[in-house]
């Protein structure tokens, strides 16, 4: 086993906080709750590292919720630096997501997990179909239960241009996606900001899902704005059910 990721801590790193930011069909936007099935790390041909996430049944039903979060850029930092203090670094979203994950599961943070090499089916984009290959795993999350906060968002379908930039198509185009813009350990409800700050009860949990559920993000128009909740709006809190045991970060189950 590897750890692949051991130099990626939140040391010297300002703490992350709860805020309320403003191929498949995109799911609603709402709290999920599912296993674990794939959580493999990669790379993209600049070099910013990625970690894919795969997770399976509970409110996932028999699809499938698939992410590649991108937790580095492309110099390999975990950070940026906070634009009104620049002695400050503050980490990556998708880092803080994927960091979150692993503390709201097994209680052990990112540069602590292990890797090992499995082999999965990977989309190739010149074959332009699944292959098997072999990828660094964290076998110790795999079905490991979690509970996310999904955000659909419409924004423009986009090309690269001649300087090999990704640029919004010319046809105005759109298309569909979903983030995890929040992740909650499943037994209490709590995200790690609340853990570490020492919370007795969840509260962020409804506050989130108050403001997002079934609301989509549209960032054609060049805001944060929504287009309402649907009639067939994602669920309201997750299915607690059967929840994990919880992590020494969320106290004792």
């Known amino acids: 086993m590897t750890n692949l990721f051991g ?3 939140n040391d010297g790193l300002e703490e992350t906080q709860d805020r309320l930011g403003g191929g498949f069909a995109a799911k609603e936007s709402g709290v999920y709750t599912g296993k674990l099935k794939a959580f493999y790390a990669g790379e993209s041909t600049k070099g910013a590292k990625s970690i894919t996430v795969i997770l399976a049944g509970g409110d996932f039903g028999d699809t499938e919720y698939r992410e590649t979060v991108y937790i580095t ?8 630096l ?9 980490p990556l ?9 692993c503390l709201a599961t097994i209680g052990k943070p990112l540069a602590e997990i292990q890797f090992e090499d499995k082999v999965m089916n990977i989309w190739d984009p010149e074959q332009r179909k699944e ?4 990828v660094p795993m964290a076998v110790e999350l795999l079905s490991q239960e979690i509970s996310v906060g999904i955000i659909k968002t419409k924004e423009p379908q986009t090309e690269k241009d001649s300087q090999d930039n990704y640029v919004p198509k010319a046809d105005g185009s759109i298309r569909e996606t ?12 709590m995200t790690v900001a609340e853990a ?3 919370a007795t009860e969840a509260q962020f949990w409804d506050k989130w899902a108050e403001k ?3 609301v989509t993000r549209d960032k054609t128009t060049g805001q944060n704005g929504n287009a309402g909740r649907p009639a067939g709006a994602a669920p309201a809190g997750g299915n607690t059910a059967n929840a994990a045991p919880r992590t020494s970060l969320f106290g004792k189950s």
């Open 178 to 189: 979903n983030n995890i813009d929040k992740v909650f350990n499943t037994a209490t409800k």
């Open 196 to 198: 570490r700050g020492g």
């Open 131 to 134: 292959l098997p290959k072999s």
């Open 7 to 9: 130099g990626l801590t």
């Open 82 to 90: 906070n634009p009104n203090d620049k002695s400050k670094k503050v």
């Open 73 to 80: 850029n492309r110099k390999g930092e975990n950070f940026y």
């Open 93 to 101: 979203p998708g880092f803080s997501t994927i960091d979150d994950m």
């Open 212 to 214: 997002n559920n079934g």
